[in-house]
């Protein structure tokens, strides 16, 4: 089993940057699909990124593609989000997930990830 812990929330104003880390601890997470979700205030949990297992293949939401950017050091065990040009409508709380099965292959489906993180919150004031 594998935890998830991230960091890296805080307030920005809008058109600003924050980088979100995910530290991994337990497993290794090179064989692991890694994503990123997101969920505001009364929505559901959104896909927002995700990385393969080797870092070869990333795909993002469209409302998010040209701004944020998922990699990963799996030396460190850890994964990042770069969210650049942020708006007001990026406020939430953002998850970092993983998948073990076929952690070559991308998907966007928040219940085909096992393991989750407790969320780190994000505020784009305007």
């Known amino acids: 089993q594998v935890q998830l812990v991230e960091s890296g929330g805080g307030l920005v104003q809008a058109g600003g940057s924050l980088t979100l880390n995910c530290a991994a601890s337990g497993r290794t997470i090179s064989n692991y699909l890694m994503g990123w979700f997101r969920q505001a205030p009364g929505k559901e949990r959104e896909f927002v990124a995700a990385i393969t297992w080797r870092g070869g293949t990333t795909d993002y939401a469209d409302s998010m593609k040209g701004r944020f950017t998922i990699s990963r050091d799996n030396a460190k065990n850890t994964v990042y989000l770069q969210m650049n040009s942020l708006e007001p409508e990026d406020t939430a709380v953002y998850y970092c997930?993983?998948?073990?099965?076929?952690?070559?292959?991308?998907?966007?489906?928040?219940?085909?990830?096992?393991?989750w993180g407790q969320g780190t919150q994000v505020t784009v004031s305007s």
């Open positions: 997930a993983a998948r073990p099965d076929r952690p070559w292959v991308i998907t966007t489906k928040r219940g085909e990830y096992r393991y």
